[in-house]
C-alpha cells in the first residue's frame, strides 16, 4: 500500500514557476514508477509527466515538454513536478500517481492516487 499526499499547488501569474510535491508512505517507494496527471475544469484528466523508480527514465507530454521537469528523491520518498514557463491553460488540478513496475503514460496503469493540488494560472 502507497499513500500520497500532494502539495505545492497555488496561484500564479503567466510565466512564472511552481514546484509540487508528492510525499508517499511505505518503506517500497523506490519500487514504484511515478506520474503526474492534472485535469482542467470541464476536462478529462491527462497525463503530464512519468519517471522510473530510479529516476533512470522520464516522459512528458508534449504540452509541457521543455518547460515542466520530474525528479525524485527515494531518500524522502517524494516526487517532485517543477513547472517553469507557466501558462493560463496549464491551470488544473494536479495528481501524483504510483504503480508498482515499469514507468507509464497511462492513468488506469496506476493504482494509487494523491488527493490533488490546484494550480491556477493567471494571464
Known amino acids: 500500500q502507497v499513500q500520497l499526499v500532494d502539495t505545492g499547488g497555488g496561484l500564479v501569474q503567466a510565466g512564472g514557476s511552481l514546484r509540487l510535491s508528492c510525499a508517499a508512505s511505505g518503506r517500497t517507494f523506490s519500487s514504484y514508477a511515478m506520474g503526474w496527471f492534472r485535469q482542467a475544469p470541464g476536462k478529462e484528466r491527462e497525463f503530464v509527466a512519468a519517471?522510473?523508480?530510479?529516476?533512470?527514465?522520464?516522459s512528458y507530454a508534449d504540452s509541457v515538454r521543455g518547460r515542466f521537469t520530474i525528479s525524485r528523491d527515494n531518500a524522502k520518498n517524494t516526487v517532485y513536478l517543477q513547472m517553469n514557463s507557466l501558462k493560463p491553460e496549464d491551470t488544473a488540478v494536479y495528481y501524483c500517481a504510483a504503480r508498482y513496475g515499469s514507468r507509464s503514460n497511462y492513468q488506469s496503469d496506476y493504482n494509487y492516487w494523491g488527493q490533488g493540488t490546484q494550480v491556477t494560472v493567471s494571464s
Open positions: 519517471i522510473k523508480w530510479n529516476g533512470g527514465s522520464t
